[in-house]
């Protein structure tokens, strides 16, 4: 079974700009988390999403949202780009509501310039 | 939220040396997870075990979800093991947020 995908891996924007991260999850998982990792914060919750409805979202502010589509398949965007943003983004799925294990795609590194 | 503290924040080994890596966590847990980040930056799965122990290989993991640790042993270290290692987890009231604590890093020398 494939594990979850995400496009672009790397990705280089500059301030002001904003950014569409794609995500899909494994065959079967209807839910999908967000997270972002950065040196000085660590790992972070962005959002999750469950059936193209956003479940739950993390401290970040409005210029982070996302979105589920009917395959499961997540997109998350980052609006008017800050420096600060510079990060690793990370999707996970989850065969949601059975099972709370989480399981990760290779990231995609945003560098903001 | 939950708070989860890993030790030691860095450890040297010689290969083929034993480790043992903390998790402390200050909730009850519905679900603790042991992940390998990679040096691209992909966690990999290691054990999902919120109770009890598992083995794989030269890994195993313990939690003692009543006393709120788990541990993670490397037996026979290989340099493949490097990399950072996090610990986390979700509770009851929060069972869709994985919190994760700050890592252990690990360097296996030849």
């Known amino acids: 079974k494939a594990g979850v995908t995400q496009t672009p891996r790397y990705l280089i924007k500059t301030r002001g700009q904003q950014v569409t991260l794609s995500c899909s999850p494994i065959s079967g998982h209807r839910s999908v988390s967000w997270y972002q990792q950065t040196p000085g914060q660590g790992l972070q919750f962005l959002f999750e999403?469950?059936?193209?409805?956003?479940?739950n979202k993390g401290n970040f502010p409005g210029r982070f949202s996302g979105r589920q589509f009917s395959n499961s398949r997540s997109e998350m965007n980052v609006s008017t780009l800050e420096l600060g943003d510079s990060a690793l983004y990370l999707c996970?799925?989850?065969?949601?509501?059975?099972?709370?294990?989480?399981?990760f795609g290779p990231g995609t590194r945003l560098t903001v310039t | 939220g939950i708070q989860v503290e890993q030790s030691p924040p860095d450890l040297i080994l010689q290969e083929g040396a034993n480790s043992t890596l903390r998790c402390n966590f200050s909730?009850?847990?519905?679900?603790l997870q042991w992940f390998h980040q990679n040096p691209w930056g992909q966690l990999i799965n290691l054990f999902y075990i919120p109770s009890g122990t598992k083995q794989n290989g030269r890994l195993s993991a313990t939690t003692v979800a009543t006393e709120r640790y788990s541990l993670l042993y490397i037996s026979s270290s290989q340099t493949t093991d490097s990399g950072v290692y996090f610990c986390a987890v979700t509770n009851l009231s929060n069972d869709y947020k994985l919190s994760f604590g700050a890592g252990t890093t690990v360097t296996v020398r030849a």
């Open positions: 909730d009850s847990v519905n679900n």
């Open positions: 999403y469950f059936s193209e409805t956003q479940r």
């Open positions: 996970a799925s989850r065969w949601y509501p059975s099972s709370y294990e989480q399981y």
